[in-house]
């Protein structure tokens, strides 16, 4: 699916491009690893150039550039700091008028050394693919900080520290305690842009995909929790048109009723460990604010698939559904325990629909590229 051409402009989210909905469009905005990336390559070339700088432009992971104003700049011989204003758009976020701040300075050592500082979380549990005692920020927001500061030195050492004044308060508002990112809040973001995935036009959305996808005859509804999964289901069904697939994002109850409502008869469910959790659960909306994944039921699975009593205490103890996955992987019971995960996920989908719909269900890696488990059979 396409991005929106500028995110200060209103924006449809990810409509079908055979839908034409007249409605109030939505504007999107930065996410804190695109404003993270800004800051860091204003400060990098005011430090480089010895003067401030008042617009920056990055390359977001698409491969589009775009350009973010500098709200404020400072330098001298050794050290520089630029600062990049968070706007999330129509998207209820708590990072919304966030500060990202960069501080460079030049080091020895070629490339890029990247901290977090003031009011960026530290990580202090497994299960997030980070670090432990590191700085919450994102694998992909962490590339597009050392692209974007390589774009100004190639060939220096710089050491980064991002900073979020304030960063703390706002992450009391998340579920990053809970996760055991401690001090601040997470850098992140996969695709630099943020989609206003919690609003009622975005529901409206969900819903109309899957009207559009019937009105055209199609009878199998692909659903994807965001835009990898999608790519990835697109890549195990080639043969199904793109009209086929929607991204459903936190909607899947939505999503299921609208296709009751077409008389369709096939859904195909494209996730990752976490929401399929959720979905086992019998949770159909999935926002991380909403609910949260139930370990316990992640432990039952291993248990009821052979795992010894260690492996499913430590599954039940799990910081995060990644970290279960990871303990599944290590184990080498990860295929197992993600087709069980893949056929309880289905099983709630027929459900909801009293039985009208047929689910098949895939679990995918991380990338949303690897098929990991499934359950059913796939084909057109």
Known sequence: ??????????????????????????????????????????????????????????????GRRVAFPVDSCSYGPERAEAVVVKDAGDDPDVTDGARLTATVSWRAEPGVALDGGEGVGVVTKPGLGLELGGPAINPVPSQMIRQAVGEVVADRGVRVVISVPGGELMAR??????????????????????????????????????????????????????????????????????????????????????????????????GMIGKLTKLAAGVLMTHYTRSKVSTELLAEITHDMGGDLELVSAVRSANTARHAYELWEAAGVLGTCGRELCRRTAGVLE???????????VLVDFTGKRMIAMYGRLGR
């Open 1 to 62: 699916m396409t991005e929106p051409p500028d995110p200060h402009e209103p924006y449809e989210p990810d409509l079908p491009r055979t839908m034409k909905v007249k409605r109030r469009a939505l504007r999107t905005g930065w996410t804190t690893g695109a404003c993270a990336a800004a800051a860091a390559k204003a400060a990098t070339a005011a430090l480089a150039e010895q003067r401030a700088q008042e617009i920056v432009e990055i390359a977001l992971p698409s």
């Open 351 to 361: 459900r909801f629909t009293d039985g009208r719909i047929a689910a098949q269900v």
């Open 173 to 270: 508002k998340t579920t990053n305690r809970r996760l055991g990112i401690l001090g601040g809040i997470s850098i992140l973001g996969t695709t630099g842009v943020v989609r206003p995935f919690s609003t009622a036009s975005w529901l409206a959305s969900v819903e109309q995909a899957v009207a559009v996808m019937a009105a055209q005859g199609e009878t199998t509804l692909v659903l994807a929790t965001g835009g990898r999964t999608e790519r990835g289901a697109m890549a195990m069904l080639p043969k199904l048109p793109e009209v086929c697939f929607v991204e459903v994002g936190d909607f899947t109850g939505a999503a299921l009723r609208q296709a009751v409502a077409r008389d369709l008869r096939r859904v195909v469910f494209v």
